[in-house]
């Protein structure tokens, strides 16, 4: 799938636009999305994300995809779909959304959140979700941007 602009938003660089895909995730890209997770904070090896990709392969309910420009792979999303108990729905929450620093700001991130907008309506989903950080208010003004609204508050307990 070819994007050369983000729905709703502008038109992308030319640089990035000619050549943009997103796909589903391969083996062949766990470099490339290990240094991209550890660039976003989460540090991880090769290793470690082919185990989660293979887990991820199992399950339905998960859907991961990288944007590819130039043979390059410059950002990845996963995403969750989950039965939303107390009104029967389904419910999309976009996981991980991580563009590469030097490809930031050219609209790699609006054409991995329409490309999840697509899957959350294949699926019949009533919702797409995200949660990011309290210190990461670039990602917060590009949801907002991007037509999210702040809806909850979240709780969280390590185990």
Excluded: K, N
Excluded at 3 to 23: F, I, K, M
């Amino acid at each position: 799938m070819r994007h050369t602009s983000s729905p709703g938003g502008p038109a992308l660089p030319s640089d990035v636009a000619t050549e943009l895909s997103v796909r589903p995730i391969t083996d062949a890209d766990a470099a490339a999305v290990a240094v991209l997770l550890t660039e976003l904070g989460y540090p991880t090896t090769d290793d470690r994300l082919r185990s989660r990709l293979r887990q991820g392969h199992e399950d339905s309910s998960t859907t991961t995809l990288v944007a590819e420009a130039g043979g390059e792979v410059v950002g990845c999303m996963s995403l969750t779909f989950t039965p939303y108990f107390p009104d029967g729905s389904t419910m999309c929450r976009i996981t991980a959304l991580v563009v590469g620093s030097r490809h930031r700001g050219r609209g790699v991130g609006s054409v991995l959140v329409a490309r999840a907008i697509d899957e959350a309506r294949a699926r019949a989903c009533a919702t797409l979700e995200v949660t990011t950080a309290e210190r990461r208010t670039d990602a917060q003004r590009f949801y907002e941007r991007g037509g999210f609204s702040r809806a909850s508050a979240r709780f969280v307990r390590s185990l």
